[in-house]
C-alpha cells in the first residue's frame, strides 16, 4: 500500500531530551513537510523539503531540526531547546502542484 | 503579514442543508487553495485544489470557488449530513514546492 508513515504515534519525552519522530513515504514524492498542531489551533509549518539533501525553516523552526538523506524519509528531531513541545506532529508529502498525503500525526508529552 | 483567516467559531447547521466555510488571506499571492478535512486525533484528508485561474470546482457535494480579487474562497458541503461534522481547513500553495501553509480550520456540525 502507498502512504505516508508516522512513529511512533505516542512519544513520551523528559525535560531536556532530544526525541526524534519518524516520517516515511513510498509515494515517490519529492516534497515533504512537518507541522505542528496544538488542541483547537490550525497546521503551523515547522520545516519542508522539497528535495533530498536540502530544505527549509517554516514559521516555526526554532527548536527543531531535520534531515534528509533519502527521499523516502525525514525524521523530524525536537531538541531540548524547543521550551513547549507537547503538541500533535503531523508530517506530509506531495508532488509538486499537487495535495498533500498526510501521515496519522505523532502526539508528543513532556513529563 | 501574511495571514489566512478562517471562521474560528463552528458552524452547526441542520442536515440536508448547504454548508458554507470562507477562507480570507492577505498578501499572499497563491499559485493554488486547497482544503482539507481533519477529524478528531486524525492527520487531514485532502478533498480539493483549485488554481489561480480556476473559479469553480465541483465533486460531488463539494464545490469550491476562488476569488483572487476578494481574496477569498468559500467551500461549500450540499445535502449535508452527520457524517461530514469536522473540521475544515483550507490551505495556500504558492508555486512549485513552496509553502504550504494552512489556516486554523473551522468546525463543522451537522445537527440531524
Known amino acids: 500500500d502507498g502512504g505516508i508513515t508516522q512513529s511512533p504515534k505516542y512519544l513520551f519525552r523528559k525535560e531536556g531530551q532530544n526525541v526524534t519522530l519518524s516520517c516515511e513515504q513510498n509515494l515517490n514524492h519529492d516534497a515533504m513537510y512537518w507541522y505542528r498542531q496544538d488542541p483547537g489551533q490550525g497546521l503551523r509549518l515547522i520545516y519542508y523539503s522539497q528535495i533530498v539533501n536540502d530544505f527549509q525553516k517554516g514559521d516555526i523552526a526554532e527548536g527543531y531540526s531535520v534531515s534528509r538523506e533519502k527521499k523516502e524519509s525525514f525524521p523530524l528531531t525536537v531538541t531540548s531547546a524547543q521550551k513547549n513541545p507537547t503538541a500533535f506532529y503531523l508530517c506530509?508529502?506531495?508532488?509538486?502542484?499537487?495535495?498533500?498525503?498526510f501521515g496519522q500525526g505523532t502526539r508528543l508529552t513532556v513529563v | 503579514s501574511q495571514k489566512i483567516e478562517q471562521n474560528s467559531e463552528a458552524l452547526n447547521i441542520q442536515e440536508g442543508k448547504t454548508a458554507t466555510l470562507t477562507c480570507n488571506y492577505t498578501n499572499y499571492s497563491p499559485a493554488y487553495l486547497q482544503w482539507y478535512r481533519q477529524d478528531p486525533g486524525r492527520g487531514p484528508v485532502f478533498l480539493l485544489l483549485?488554481?489561480?485561474?480556476?473559479k469553480e470546482k465541483r465533486k460531488e457535494r463539494l464545490k469550491v470557488t476562488f476569488d483572487t480579487t476578494l481574496k477569498q474562497s468559500l467551500f461549500h458541503i450540499t445535502a449535508s449530513q452527520p457524517a461530514d461534522s469536522a473540521t475544515y481547513l483550507c490551505a495556500l500553495g504558492t508555486g512549485g514546492y513552496q509553502k504550504v501553509t494552512f489556516g486554523t480550520g473551522t468546525k463543522l456540525q451537522v445537527i440531524p
Open positions: 483549485i488554481r489561480e485561474n480556476e
Open positions: 506530509a508529502s506531495s508532488s509538486r502542484l499537487r495535495e498533500a498525503f
